[in-house]
């Protein structure tokens, strides 16, 4: 591999590192200060994918203050339907900032990112290497 190709690999890993750093921080902070409520599926439709289905959701709740929040959502892996009950956590502070509280969609997508950011980095640097 070319090293000009090594360092575009080196620079896409760590630039997808940087960014899952960030997608880390601001998620751990709605848990940290977030406020919890019980949210209600009130639109579902799904689309298909390699990895299964992925249903789009429009998830209504209320606030400790009453007020009436919606919000989009993706979940996979799950039948879900309108009427579904989830646990939302959101910003107290701009309720719109919210997102259903279920370990896969705070991690899931994050998970993967880092695995794939890390075998860019390997990638690039064995290429590196190999090409010296």
């Not at 000009?4 to 760590?14: D, K, N, P």
């Not at 848990?31 to 689309?47: C, D, E, L, N, P």
Request: aromatic content about 12%.
């Amino acid at each position: 591999m070319p090293p000009q190709v090594a360092f575009i690999f080196i620079l896409a890993g760590v630039g997808l590192i940087t960014f899952c750093a960030f997608k880390f921080t601001s998620s751990q902070k709605l848990i940290k200060g977030g406020a919890h409520a019980i949210g209600t599926v009130t639109q579902a439709t799904w689309r298909m994918t390699r990895s299964g289905p992925i249903h789009n959701l429009v998830v209504s709740f209320e606030t400790d203050i009453g007020e009436n929040i919606k919000f989009k959502a993706e979940v996979g892996g799950r039948v879900v339907e309108v009427g579904y009950l989830f646990p939302v956590i959101y910003d107290p502070t701009n309720p719109q900032n919210a997102k259903i509280y279920l370990p896969e969609p705070f991690w899931g997508d994050l998970s993967v990112q880092i695995v794939i950011a890390v075998g860019l980095v390997i990638l690039g640097i064995a290429g590196f290497v190999y090409s010296l």
